[in-house]
């Protein structure tokens, strides 16, 4: 099947957080699903490798605040291009509330949030698939929701190529956020000034 296919998909995108121990904690993701009316029950699935999903795990208690199409990218950065384990993504940042079932919910760019008590999981190998039934909720705006096409066309910063390439110069780009790179060798700590990820995203797509 062609990768490209999945592009066509339609997905929303929800700051989705947890507390276990007193931190505070959360992630950007855009698997969040209404799978059943009576009872309502919604489903997420998390990246195995994220510290919010190890907190859900722990507590089965989350909330999901959804992302609306005046969120600014500062809040996808503060979420989603950083890893918890390293940083407080809480530190300093207000625009954010204290629920019931004692997580977050982000109130700056979203229109809504919903909290979930955790019923059942399912181990999806790269991800943990979380059901639950919702036990608290709050419209808090009538901004419409992001969707991915949304966040690609209007949010994300548009990659600006760092140079003119040269004869023989290599230019690599980001295959997360398609940055472009300019120079024969990419340097082995070399960070992408966009979205923050590693060397390792980035392939060589053309050479003069």
Known sequence: ???????????????????????????IVNTVVQVTLEPIMFSVAVNKANLTCEM?????????????????????????????????????????KKVSNGTMAVTAGTNAYISVDVT???????????????TEGEILSEVPSATYA??????????EKSGETADGQTIWKCSFCGYEYIGEELPDDFLCPVCNHPKS???VVEKS
Request: with cysteine.
């Open 201 to 203: 995203y980035f392939d």
């Open 120 to 134: 059942s999981q399912v181990d999806l190998g790269t991800h943990m698939l979380f059901l639950g039934t919702p």
């Open 1 to 27: 099947m062609e990768q490209s296919i999945l592009n066509n998909l339609s997905y929303g995108l929800f700051v989705l957080t947890a507390n276990m121990d007193g931190k505070d904690n959360g992630c």
């Open 150 to 159: 949304y966040y690609y066309a209007h949010i994300k910063p548009q990659p």
């Open 56 to 96: 859900i795990d722990a507590t089965k208690k989350f909330t999901v605040s959804i992302l609306s199409e005046d969120a600014e990218f500062e809040i996808y950065k503060r979420f989603g291009f950083q890893s918890g384990r390293n940083v407080d993504k809480f530190a300093d940042f207000t625009e954010c």
